[in-house]
């Protein structure tokens, strides 16, 4: 049974930093492309980051490309998404979900891709 966890999240003031963390178990953590969504209250959910399951791509929305970085401990099994100068506006709940296909990468159209694996997610929060 795959099981997908993220913690890390909190309450941070606008300017500062926070690290989630995503562990996944019941698969074969390096072969399988991870991602990072969020969810503001009242809007749709948004494509964070993708990790494919080789590091080979990753894909960055634009709305934190420079302040949001993805690394990956496979001994760990975990990804951690570092996020750094958090405005308002990232004030979400996070989620972390994996790709039920191995090898497979992370295209420019993927965040409307169908990830079967979720965990239930880390509040984030971001005071003015």
């Known amino acids: 049974q795959v099981q997908v966890a993220e913690s890390g999240g909190g309450l941070v003031q606008a300017g500062g930093s926070l690290r989630l963390s995503c562990t996944a178990s019941g698969l074969t953590f390096d072969a399988h492309t991870m991602a990072w969504f969020r969810q503001a209250p009242g809007k749709e959910r948004e494509g964070v980051l993708c990790?494919?399951?080789?590091?080979?791509?990753?894909r960055t929305a634009e709305s934190v490309k420079g302040r949001f970085t993805v690394s990956r401990d496979t001994t760990k099994k975990t990804v951690y998404l570092q996020m750094t100068s958090l405005k308002p506006e990232d004030t979400a709940m996070y989620y972390c979900?994996?790709?039920?296909?191995?090898?497979?990468?992370?295209?420019?159209?993927?965040?409307?891709?169908?990830?079967?694996?979720w965990g239930q997610g880390t509040q984030v929060t971001v005071s003015s």
């Open positions: 990790f494919s399951w080789n590091g080979g791509t990753t």
């Open positions: 979900a994996a790709d039920r296909e191995k090898y497979t990468y992370c295209s420019e159209s993927w965040s409307s891709r169908v990830f079967d694996y």
